[in-house]
């Protein structure tokens, strides 16, 4: 990336490049072929172009953690990015988390009441949930900004986003003891992601901790 730190007008799309797991000569490349891209290029210049955005309102030291990810997760983060259309540009994590809860209660209410229907919509809302301002990392602790930590997310996506899309398939069926399986899924998905990343929200330092 030395070229990138010669040139700092160009420094968060050379980041946005060094996100998706690229060389910077990925870049002309893909600029090159713009007059006739395949739609695989054109993905991956969208890709690009989603995670530069995400990366010019990170601050520097989580640009500079970002940048030292695996190829990997630059290229699983591009996906959620390209899979998830919905971005927000002024809603927190937590903020999106709320609305997620909203659809997934309404899941639940749904498959206990044998509202196919319902269930379904609500539980697709989940798989392409918003993505906050910035994306995820911004709201993770800095220190799990990191290879390892960050290697068990697409297990997590598996399980809410996965789950979620074959909760829908089944409860459109009719087969709601199947979505009801499949909602147990997502549960776990949730649980395991808020034990690996979430603190206990809304602390205050003028409580003793319990
Ligand atoms: C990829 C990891 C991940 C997954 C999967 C996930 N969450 Fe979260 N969730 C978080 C993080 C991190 C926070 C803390 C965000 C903050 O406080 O800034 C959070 C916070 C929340 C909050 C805010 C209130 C609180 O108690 O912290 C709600 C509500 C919530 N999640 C619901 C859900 C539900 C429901 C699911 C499953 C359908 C889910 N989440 C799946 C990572 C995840």
Do not use: W
């Not at 955005?53 to 983060?77: C, D, G, H, R, W």
């Not at 994590?93 to 709320?98: E, G, K, S």
Request: glycine letters at 6%; proline letters at 7%; charged letters at 20%.
């Amino acid at each position: 990336m030395k070229m990138c730190s010669l040139i700092p007008r160009k420094a968060a799309l050379c980041a946005a490049v060094a996100l998706a797991g690229l060389a910077p000569g990925a870049l002309s490349q893909a600029r090159a072929q713009a007059q006739a891209p395949t739609p695989e290029m054109a993905e991956m210049r969208r890709g690009m172009e989603l995670m530069q955005k995400q990366m010019a309102v990170m601050t520097p030291e989580l640009v500079e953690k970002a940048n030292a990810l695996s190829p990997q997760i630059k290229q699983f983060l591009m996906k959620v990015a390209l899979k998830h259309p919905r971005q927000s540009d002024r809603l927190t994590l937590r903020q999106v988390m709320q609305e997620i809860l909203a659809d997934y209660q309404s899941v639940a209410g749904a498959i206990a009441v044998d509202n196919g229907e319902l269930a379904a919509d609500a539980a697709r809302r989940i798989a392409n949930h918003r993505l906050p301002r910035g994306g995820m990392l911004p709201y993770l602790p800095l220190e799990m900004v990191t290879n390892q930590a960050l290697s068990v997310l697409p297990a997590m996506e598996e399980a809410v986003e996965g789950g979620a899309r074959k909760l829908a398939e089944a409860a459109e069926k009719g087969d709601m003891v199947a979505a009801a399986q499949h909602f147990g899924t997502v549960t776990s998905g949730c649980v395991a992601c808020h034990a690996h990343f979430r603190g206990q929200p809304g602390t205050s330092p003028r409580v003793r901790a319990p």
